[in-house]
């Protein structure tokens, strides 16, 4: 039995979505393709928590913290087919989440009192 069987039969015996076993590479694949909007909510629900995380921790304020979660995940969509590492789409998310709060911090250090 291999390890994928016996995950998908773990999933099936535990509830799990129809997404269940399934790698991020290929979910981000499929998005890419696809744009099917529930693959999406399974990227967005794997990796929102770590995403918001980030977020809440480097950006200057709630509001900009919500800013940047949601530009986050507007660039996944945006460029789910031209991330050279797949596999690592946590890595990918956590950078530019970091990279943009870095330029909310900017702007807002920059902006008149």
């Known amino acids: 039995m291999t390890l994928n069987l016996i995950l998908s039969h773990i999933c099936k015996l535990s509830g799990g979505n129809s997404f269940c076993g399934r790698s991020d590479a290929d979910l981000l694949g499929e998005y890419a393709r696809t744009h099917d909007e529930r693959v999406f909510e399974e990227l967005l629900r794997r990796h929102g ?50 990279r943009l709060a870095a330029r909310q911090t900017n702007r807002v250090a920059r902006a008149p009192s």
């Open 49 to 98: 928590r770590m995403v918001w995380n980030v977020c809440t921790r480097q950006a200057p304020d709630p509001h900009a913290a919500e800013d940047v979660f949601q530009a986050t995940f507007l660039a996944l969509a945006r460029h789910a087919g031209r991330i050279r590492r797949p596999a690592a789409i946590a890595a990918w998310l956590h950078g530019v989440a970091v």
